[in-house]
Nanobody
Framework: EVQLQASGGGLVQAGGSLRLSCSASGFTFADYAIGWFRQAPGKEREGVSCIINDGRTYYVDSVKGRFTISRDNAKNTVYLQMNSLKPEDTAVYFC????????????????????WGKGTQVTVSS
């Protein structure tokens, strides 16, 4: 059974930091591009960041320089370090994985992900 288990969300003041984790099981983690989407109330789900199977990383412009994604293939886990958080980062964050979208296209592939995890809420207060 495939599972993506996200954790690390919470409430933080603007300027603060959070680290999200996504632990995966049930598929060959190292072969997949994996990362994070987010969805704010009343808005469409958007790709935030991904890390592909060769370690290259991609970010949506709004988080560049503030968020850092990494993966530990030995632990089947991907991390999203979020610094300098802003109220507009408030959203439910979803971990997702796809075998074939190995590049920036992953961020736009919201309807094509192979696997999704349940979301974790991130709330940034002003």
């Amino acid at each position: 059974e495939v599972q993506l288990q996200a954790s690390g969300g919470g409430l933080v003041q603007a300027g603060g930091s959070l680290r999200l984790s996504c632990s995966a099981s049930g598929f060959t983690f190292a072969d997949y591009a994996i990362g994070w989407f987010r969805q704010a109330p009343g808005k469409e789900r958007e790709g935030v960041s991904c890390i592909i199977n060769d370690g290259r990383t991609y970010y949506v412009d709004s988080v560049k320089g503030r968020f850092t994604i990494s993966r530990d293939n030995a632990k089947n886990t991907v991390y999203l370090q979020m610094n300098s958080l802003k109220p507009e980062d408030t959203a439910v964050y979803f971990c997702a994985a796809d075998r074939w979208a190995q590049g920036r296209s992953w961020l736009r592939n919201v309807y094509g992900m192979d696997y999704w995890g349940k979301g974790t809420q991130v709330t940034v207060s002003s």
